[in-house]
């Protein structure tokens, strides 16, 4: 039978090495089997099927208690019992269990129960190459002559690899030199070893010693290898004698130069090593005693000193011979000479006595204050005892002298404490001899400070920002200032300066670290910036003071929710916009005004539609506040609308609020009236002024056709002025917007009474419109209408209304009202000049469409009054 092998660490299941061999040996040994598998296999691996190599039936296993058996303290293998698979249960290290014998195997028996059984088996491991080649030390060293000849054979030592066959050590190698080759030997047992062999002699004055690498490599695939540094020392041998740098040397030395003085060194090389190359100095024999009584040679640096006293009228050049020999068996020897010229000297400095000092000095004191007095001596003769003093330049002190060799320290500038507190003046006296002798005394100077600074801080102004709704009582700014005098003239301190009113109550300082507390809690849209001085001020005499400016701005956080302008949510009467049924999609109703009282981001407000009594039938302009019709309004749609918007900020956190808009869905406004009388308040005062209103309309009707008439001969001559100033407004494809822009119109409607807007318009914008109610009256046909002109972005506007007029009879089929935007004619309902079908001329001469920059139309065709060809209304002027 064939049993399987599996290698370790992801090898592929091998072919069992061995045949099954079935022999009986007694009623219970039935089999031999022979298996081979890699050592270091994995826990698990399976070596063969043991349970289809010897035939048993793998469901009767259970039952009959197969179990492996080996030798040992260790079970390296057991019987997966569910496929019957033989598996390595023990980590097998070849090396290990049979170190360099080969082949190595493994015995085990296999016992079976019920009936009893038992078959043994042999597994053969196989060798991996898992062992690197080892030195016995990482590092060799060798000692050769430079003498010893060409040829010669230095034997080293081998390295040991575990492995066995072809993974054992095959081979050396050495790194490349010019001296040295490698011969790999063979022992009788198959082992390699290696011998140095010198190909080229050594010479240790060329390279005392050299460095190779010995590399040891198995036959594994890939090789693994050891390496070994040899290092080789190259031995002396005595060839060279010793040589001078210079065959004479040259010196001077001073007369009464004391004992020990170095007069020159000398010095020789020897390219020999140890011995060979060491080097002894000596006087050689013809030097004169005298010459040895007055130097001295250190035999192993070479230096000559002074050993006598030298007199330069005694002698003035020695000639010394000296030799340096090496400690060779055979020494070499050189030879050189040393001349010493002795040299007449000044031997004599002066001296100085410092005789008063006086310090310290006011930084204030005037030039020409004595600081110190001093003397000069020198016991020196002739030009060696004339002596001149001096300082160092740079400082703002002088020397002066009224009598022989007495000198006086004076201050020869402004002395300034801040710059430098003290001066170490140092005092140097020279002699006239050759060369001259000198003296130095070093005069200690301290300055007193004076109050001439006043303090100064690191800036002129600062700039602080503080958080609205601050805490009270939290430090918001440390004022730093210096002063560089010195003591109570340099002690600061700190005071607010009370140029405002409110300053001192709002801030505090600390009058010894200058730290500006905020004593109550701001608010930014009550004040967004405060300016105080803060003054510093030292602690001298008189005291001197710097004023520093303060700047402290109020940081804006999101404290105010959006304030709804329009429609007003304290108002206690409804008045609801009006949409005719039919009104296509995109049709803006009304508008939302609201302002938060916050900046920038915290004043942004986003308009949603939180609530509505139909969600498809409006929708809401999300930055305008703008409510559109989302669709075509049916004649099914709810009469009345109740919309809920919900405005927020952008401020963190988010604040909002929420503003409530009624809108009917009317015919004719005399439909919306008779229901906001309905829900009028029974006690208006204004019921009662039914007869005068209708005696109004009575005679302002009689006055409209007249003036209708008057209009219309006018519009005659206009007509054609009008439609060339169109034209060419309408060929100007692009135009800049100038610094005015226009507001159309004034939508007339049902609001309180003295209803103010802030009007923003954006600089693109060349039309807007802007929705205005007047007040619910007593006559259901009152109106007002009214225009606004040369709007400017970013100012505020009033609406004011101007003029009324009445409405046309009820019975007429067409009203002679013009429409506003995506609305019936209805009676009460007017529009303004210029907002008609035809085009009346903006400012600047430029004519305006009634289709608006929004590209809306108007609703039906033009009434009385207003052309279909741009023509000018009765309102146009």
Same mark, same amino acid.
């Given at each position: 039978?064939?049993?399987?092998?599996?290698? %370790?660490?992801?090898?592929?299941?091998?072919?069992?090495?061995?045949?099954? $061999?079935?022999?009986?040996?007694?009623?219970?040994?039935?089999?031999?089997?022979?298996?081979?598998?890699?050592?270091?296999?994995?826990?698990?691996?399976?070596?063969?099927?043991?349970?289809?190599?010897?035939?048993?039936?793998?469901?009767?296993?259970?039952?009959?208690?197969?179990?492996?058996?080996?030798?040992?303290?260790?079970?390296?293998?057991?019987?997966?019992?569910?496929?019957?698979?033989?598996?390595?249960?023990?980590?097998?290290?070849?090396?290990?269990?049979?170190?360099?014998?080969?082949? &190595?195997?493994?015995?085990?028996?296999?016992?079976?129960?019920? +009936?009893?059984?038992?078959?043994?088996?042999?597994?053969?491991?196989?060798?991996?190459?898992?062992?690197?080649? /080892?030195?016995?030390?990482?590092?060799?060293?060798?000692?050769?002559?430079?003498?010893?000849?060409?040829?010669?054979?230095?034997?080293?030592?081998?390295?040991?690899?575990?492995?066995?066959?072809?993974?054992?050590?095959?081979?050396?190698?050495?790194?490349?030199?010019?001296?040295?080759?490698?011969?790999?030997?063979?022992?009788?047992?198959?082992?390699?070893?290696?011998?140095?062999?010198?190909?080229?002699?050594?010479?240790?004055?060329?390279?005392?010693?050299?460095?190779?690498?010995?590399?040891?490599?198995?036959?594994?695939?890939?090789?693994?290898?050891?390496?070994?540094?040899?290092?080789?020392?190259?031995?002396?041998?005595?060839?060279?004698?010793?040589?001078?740098?210079?065959?004479?040397?040259?010196?001077?030395?001073?007369?009464?130069?004391?004992?020990?003085?170095?007069?020159?060194?000398?010095?020789?090389?020897?390219?020999?090593?140890?011995?060979?190359?060491?080097?002894?100095?000596?006087?050689?024999?013809?030097?004169?005693?005298?010459?040895?009584?007055?130097?001295?040679?250190?035999?192993?640096?070479?230096?000559?000193?002074?050993?006598?006293?030298?007199?330069?009228?005694?002698?003035?050049?020695?000639?010394?011979?000296?030799?340096?020999?090496?400690?060779?068996?055979?020494?070499?020897?050189?030879?050189?000479?040393?001349?010493?010229?002795? /040299?007449?000297?000044?031997?004599?400095?002066?001296?100085?006595?410092?005789?008063?000092?006086?310090?310290?000095?006011?930084?204030?004191?005037?030039?020409?204050? =004595?600081?110190?007095?001093?003397?000069?001596?020198?016991?020196?003769?002739?030009?060696?005892?004339?002596?001149?003093?001096?300082?160092?330049?740079?400082?703002?002190?002088?020397?002066?002298? %009224?009598?022989?060799?007495?000198?006086?320290?004076?201050?020869?500038?402004? $002395?300034?404490?801040?710059?430098?507190?003290?001066?170490?003046?140092?005092?140097?006296?020279?002699?006239?001899?050759?060369?001259?002798?000198?003296?130095?005394?070093?005069?200690?100077?301290?300055?007193?400070?004076?109050?001439?600074?006043?303090?100064?801080?690191?800036?002129?102004?600062?700039?602080?920002?503080?958080?609205?709704?601050?805490?009270?009582?939290?430090?918001?700014?440390?004022?730093?200032?210096?002063?560089?005098?010195?003591?109570?003239?340099?002690?600061?301190?700190?005071?607010?300066?009370?140029?405002?009113?409110?300053?001192?109550?709002?801030?505090?300082?600390?009058?010894?670290?200058?730290?500006?507390?905020?004593?109550?809690?701001?608010?930014?849209?009550?004040?967004?910036?405060?300016?105080?001085?803060?003054?510093?001020?030292?602690? *001298?005499?008189?005291?001197?003071?710097?004023?520093?400016?303060?700047?402290?701005?109020?940081?804006?956080?999101?404290?105010?929710?959006?304030?709804?302008?329009?429609? !007003?949510?304290?108002?206690?009467?409804?008045?609801?916009?009006?949409?005719?049924?039919?009104?296509?999609? *995109? !049709?803006?109703?009304? @508008?939302? /005004?609201?302002?938060?009282?916050?900046? *920038?981001?915290?004043?942004?407000?986003?308009?949603?539609?939180?609530?509505?009594?139909?969600?498809?039938?409006?929708?809401?302009?999300?930055?305008?506040?703008?409510?559109?019709?989302?669709?075509?309004?049916?004649?099914?749609?709810?009469?009345?609308?109740?919309?809920?918007?919900?405005?927020?900020? !952008?401020?963190?956190?988010?604040?909002?609020?929420?503003?409530?808009?009624?809108?009917?869905?009317?015919?004719?406004? @005399?439909?919306?009236?008779?229901?906001?009388?309905?829900?009028?308040?029974?006690?208006? +005062?204004?019921? !009662? =002024?039914?007869?005068?209103?209708?005696?109004?309309?009575?005679?302002?009707?009689?006055?409209?056709?007249?003036?209708?008439?008057?209009?219309?001969?006018?519009?005659?001559?206009?007509?054609?002025?009008?439609?060339?100033?169109?034209?060419?407004?309408?060929?100007?494809?692009?135009?800049?917007?100038?610094?005015?822009?226009?507001?159309?119109?004034?939508?007339?409607?049902?609001?309180? +009474?003295?209803?103010?807007?802030?009007?923003?318009?954006?600089?693109?914008?060349?039309?807007?419109?802007?929705?205005?109610? @007047?007040?619910?009256?007593?006559?259901?046909?009152?109106?007002?209408?009214?225009?606004?002109?040369?709007?400017?972005?970013?100012?505020?506007?009033?609406?004011?209304?101007?003029?009324?007029?009445?409405?046309?009879?009820?019975?007429?089929?067409?009203?002679?009202?013009?429409?506003?935007?995506?609305?019936?004619?209805?009676?009460?309902?007017?529009?303004?000049?210029?907002?008609?079908?035809?085009? &009346?001329?903006?400012?600047?001469?430029?004519?305006?469409?009634?289709?608006?920059?929004?590209?809306?139309?108007?609703?039906?065709?033009?009434?009385?009054?207003?052309?279909?060809?741009?023509?000018?209304?009765?309102?146009?002027?």
């Amino acid at each position: 039978m064939n049993g399987v092998a599996v290698r %370790s660490r992801g090898v592929t299941t091998g072919q069992v090495l061995s045949l099954l $061999l079935l022999f009986g040996v007694s009623d219970w040994v039935s089999a031999a089997i022979r298996y081979a598998i890699p050592e270091e296999a994995r826990r698990g691996s399976a070596v063969g099927n043991v349970v289809a190599d010897l035939a048993l039936d793998l469901g009767r296993l259970p039952g009959r208690r197969l179990r492996v058996v080996s030798g040992g303290n260790k079970k390296y293998f057991g019987v997966d019992l569910t496929s019957g698979a033989l598996l390595v249960s023990e980590r097998i290290d070849r090396e290990e269990l049979c170190g360099a014998l080969s082949p &190595c195997s493994l015995s085990f028996e296999i016992v079976v129960e019920n +009936p009893l059984e038992l078959y043994s088996g042999t597994v053969e491991i196989q060798d991996i190459n898992d062992n690197d080649p /080892v030195f016995p030390s990482s590092q060799a060293r060798l000692e050769i002559s430079e003498s010893v000849a060409a040829g010669a054979r230095f034997p080293l030592e081998s390295a040991q690899d575990p492995d066995v066959g072809i993974n054992s050590l095959q081979t050396y190698q050495l790194s490349a030199n010019p001296n040295f080759a490698l011969d790999v030997q063979t022992r009788v047992d198959g082992s390699k070893y290696a011998e140095l062999v010198l190909e080229k002699e050594l010479d240790r004055e060329e390279q005392k010693e050299l460095n190779l690498v010995l590399t040891a490599l198995d036959g594994g695939s890939p090789p693994r290898s050891a390496h070994v540094q040899i290092h080789i020392d190259v031995v002396d041998a005595n060839d060279n004698a010793p040589v001078f740098n210079q065959s004479t040397y040259k010196a001077s030395v001073r007369e009464n130069t004391p004992s020990g003085t170095l007069v020159a060194r000398i010095s020789a090389y020897d390219l020999d090593d140890g011995p060979n190359g060491d080097i002894v100095y000596s006087f050689s024999s013809h030097t004169p005693a005298k010459v040895r009584e007055l130097f001295a040679l250190d035999s192993a640096t070479g230096e000559l000193r002074v050993k006598g006293q030298l007199d330069y009228e005694e002698a003035k050049l020695y000639e010394i011979y000296l030799q340096a020999k090496d400690k060779g068996v055979v020494p070499g020897v050189a030879h050189c000479k040393v001349l010493v010229e002795v /040299v007449d000297v000044n031997d004599n400095a002066p001296e100085v006595t410092v005789t008063s000092v006086y310090s310290p000095v006011p930084e204030d004191a005037a030039p020409g204050t =004595v600081v110190a007095l001093l003397s000069v001596t020198d016991s020196d003769s002739h030009d060696n005892g004339q002596v001149n003093c001096f300082i160092s330049p740079g400082i703002p002190f002088m020397l002066s002298s %009224s009598l022989k060799n007495y000198y006086t320290l004076k201050t020869e500038g402004a $002395l300034d404490r801040e710059k430098a507190s003290e001066y170490n003046i140092t005092i140097t006296a020279k002699d006239s001899g050759s060369p001259p002798l000198s003296a130095v005394k070093h005069i200690l100077v301290q300055v007193s400070d004076v109050n001439d600074n006043a303090p100064k801080s690191s800036q002129d102004s600062y700039d602080v920002y503080v958080l609205e709704n601050n805490m009270p009582g939290i430090p918001i700014l440390n004022v730093s200032a210096t002063d560089p005098d010195l003591g109570r003239n340099a002690h600061l301190s700190y005071a607010l300066l009370q140029g405002d009113s409110t300053v001192g109550h709002l801030f505090s300082i600390n009058r010894e670290n200058g730290t500006l507390y905020l004593l109550t809690s701001l608010d930014y849209e009550d004040q967004v910036e405060f300016s105080m001085m803060v003054q510093v001020q030292d602690g *001298g005499f008189p005291p001197l003071a710097t004023n520093v400016s303060v700047s402290v701005f109020v940081t804006d956080v999101n404290d105010n929710a959006p304030t709804v302008l329009y429609p !007003h949510p304290n108002s206690s009467a409804t008045y609801p916009d009006v949409v005719a049924p039919g009104t296509p999609a *995109g !049709h803006m109703v009304t @508008k939302v /005004v609201a302002v938060d009282a916050d900046a *920038g981001y915290n004043a942004w407000i986003s308009y949603t539609l939180l609530q509505a009594t139909d969600p498809s039938l409006f929708s809401v302009g999300l930055h305008n506040g703008d409510i559109f019709t989302a669709r075509q309004l049916r004649e099914d749609d709810a009469p009345q609308h109740t919309l809920v918007i919900l405005l927020k900020d !952008h401020g963190e956190p988010v604040l909002s609020t929420t503003a409530t808009v009624s809108i009917s869905v009317a015919e004719m406004v @005399k439909e919306v009236l008779t229901d906001l009388a309905d829900v009028a308040p029974a006690n208006d +005062p204004r019921k !009662h =002024v039914t007869f005068y209103l209708i005696l109004a309309v009575i005679l302002v009707s009689a006055a409209f056709f007249i003036t209708m008439l008057s209009v219309g001969i006018f519009k005659c001559y206009k007509w054609r002025q009008s439609k060339e100033l169109f034209n060419s407004s309408r060929s100007t494809t692009y135009r800049t917007p100038g610094p005015f822009h226009h507001i159309d119109a004034v939508r007339g409607g049902f609001t309180p +009474p003295n209803f103010y807007h802030q009007v923003y318009l954006t600089t693109d914008s060349r039309q807007s419109d802007l929705l205005c109610k @007047k007040p619910f009256t007593s006559s259901p046909l009152g109106s007002r209408q009214s225009t606004i002109r040369n709007g400017e972005p970013g100012l505020y506007h009033q609406i004011v209304g101007t003029a009324s007029r009445l409405p046309a009879p009820a019975e007429q089929a067409e009203p002679e009202l013009p429409l506003l935007p995506g609305r019936q004619a209805a009676a009460g309902w007017q529009t303004l000049p210029g907002a008609g079908a035809g085009a &009346c001329p903006g400012p600047g001469g430029a004519a305006r469409t009634a289709a608006g920059a929004d590209g809306r139309g108007w609703g039906k065709p033009p009434p009385l009054g207003h052309s279909a060809d741009n023509s000018p209304g009765p309102g146009c002027q």
